[in-house]
């Protein structure tokens, strides 16, 4: 069984704890099951850009929007383009991306807020989501992290923005791993860990996030690389929770990238506080 999250319908899985700290929060991951969508099979694709009929996957969207409660004017969206600019995000850029690819907020792949009744949202098919939680300072937090955003070591600094910008101090962080491909199923080659080694080169670890399999070829632990810079950057270790769920292995409950050779559809991460508690 997966530690830090439970799977709350078929096709929803929530953080197990936060929401015993905060009822007011909301915070999950949704699975490819359900929907209306016919790309590349009947599911539950949220990925405007993946060549999905757009009315599909707000048809989608809405559903999820009337399950949780949570207006999907209130939504906010990104374009994704691995790199590790964060966004701090109030009211004004609510609806962002919604319904309109075009209209997200632009080269970005981490959000947080402070304020109710934003629902922020990032697209996944193997990437790590990596959700950022501050219960004394009702601030949260959500990163897309790939290989490149991880090298970028966006998990670490959305820990020091909080820190430098709106003075949390890294002790009062809780951090949740998500579901994303596990080492397993994730083969990459001398470059990727050439820039691995880079963002690791200043901390202190006893195992190896990878394990070469042959010549220039690699399996790598996206997660464990996250959760290493995290402790780096200050989270205590009993804050931080990691998935075990594969999303390639566990083909039958998520979209991957890698697993459907490329043509698949996009599960969503979102986190947000209601107005009161639903």
């Known amino acids: 069984m997966d530690e830090s999250f439970i799977q709350t319908t078929d096709s929803t899985l929530t953080i197990k704890d936060w929401t015993k700290i905060n009822p007011e929060l909301v915070a999950g991951f949704t699975t490819k099951h359900g929907g209306t969508s016919h790309f590349p099979y009947k599911s539950n694709n949220f990925g405007l ?6 009315h599909n996957v707000i048809t ?25 600019q964060i966004v701090k995000v109030s009211s004004v850029l609510t609806g962002s991306g919604v319904d309109d690819y075009n209209d997200s907020i632009k080269g970005t ?38 290989w490149k955003g991880t090298v970028k070591n ?15 101090p890294p002790s009062e962080i809780y951090v949740t791993i998500g579901p ?3 080492q397993c199923c994730y083969i990459v080659d ?11 080169e200043a ?42 769920f594969c999303t390639s292995c566990d083909n039958d409950l998520f979209f991957s990238h890698r ?12 986190i947000g506080f209601y107005n009161q508690y639903k």
């Open 49 to 54: 850009h993946v060549g999905d009929e757009g």
């Open 60 to 84: 989608n969207r809405q559903q999820l929007a009337d399950q949780l409660g949570f207006s999907l004017e209130n939504w906010v969206c990104a374009d994704q383009v691995h790199e590790d």
């Open 109 to 146: 792949d981490g959000f947080y807020t402070n304020q109710k009744d934003i629902l922020l949202t990032l697209c996944y098919a193997d990437c790590v989501p990596v959700y950022f939680f501050a219960p004394n300072y009702h601030m949260i937090g959500i990163a897309h992290a790939g």
């Open 154 to 168: 966006i998990s670490g600094k959305m820990v020091q923005l909080w820190d430098m910008m709106e003075k949390i």
């Open 180 to 182: 994303s491909i596990n």
């Open 190 to 200: 001398d470059h990727v860990i050439n820039e691995v080694d880079k963002v690791l």
């Open 203 to 244: 901390v202190s670890f006893t195992t190896s996030p990878y394990e070469q399999i042959s010549d220039g070829q690699y399996r790598l632990d996206l997660k464990s690389v996250n959760y290493l810079l995290l402790l780096h950057a200050g989270i205590q270790e009993d804050h931080l929770l990691t998935s075990n």
């Open 259 to 270: 697993a459907d050779q490329g043509k698949t559809g996009r599960m969503i991460s979102y």
